[in-house]
């Protein structure tokens, strides 16, 4: 009963520490548009913003583990983030993009990793030779 007690204070903390980068992100964005734009923020509108943006990245979070265990899975993947997204065109066309982008990469990578051995066992094999083509010849002279 402790432990769970305990837990709670922790829990808390690092929830406000998340909401306070979300904060911090959000001024930190306003003032970017602040200098292009020559839009100002109050701070009102700088808290609501972070309290909107931090409420919703709480729904995504629980809207990806709903579809992950509808699924019957306990990871989220990527066509869960695809299906959480599918009423937003540019945002899902973006996220399948860079999908595609990082599955090419991790083939490129497996492919290169797959070389890797063969290059490796080929030069392990020539150099053998020639220790055994050296030996040959030393027997040969004695």
């Known amino acids: 009963m402790e432990e769970v007690e305990a837990e709670e204070p922790q829990e808390f903390s690092h929830r406000q520490r998340l909401k306070a980068a979300v904060h911090y992100t ?3 964005l306003c003032q970017e548009v602040t200098l292009n734009k020559q839009v100002n923020f109050s701070k ?35 066509e869960d983030v695809k299906l ?3 009423r937003n065109n540019s945002l899902l066309k973006y996220i399948t993009e ?17 070389r890797k051995p063969e290059d490796e066992s ?21």
Do not use: Y
């Open 26 to 28: 959000v001024g930190c």
């Open 44 to 78: 009102q509108t700088i808290a609501a913003i972070s309290e909107v943006t931090f409420r919703q990245c709480e729904n995504f979070a629980k809207d990806l583990e709903m579809f992950a265990r509808h699924a019957k899975r306990s990871t989220v993947t990527t």
């Open 84 to 86: 959480l997204a599918r």
């Open 98 to 114: 860079k999908n595609e982008e990082i599955a090419q990469l991790n083939l490129k990578g497996k492919a290169k990793k797959k």
């Open 122 to 142: 080929r030069s392990s094999r020539e150099s053998m030779a020639e220790e055994l083509d050296g030996a040959e010849e030393l027997q040969s002279e004695s």
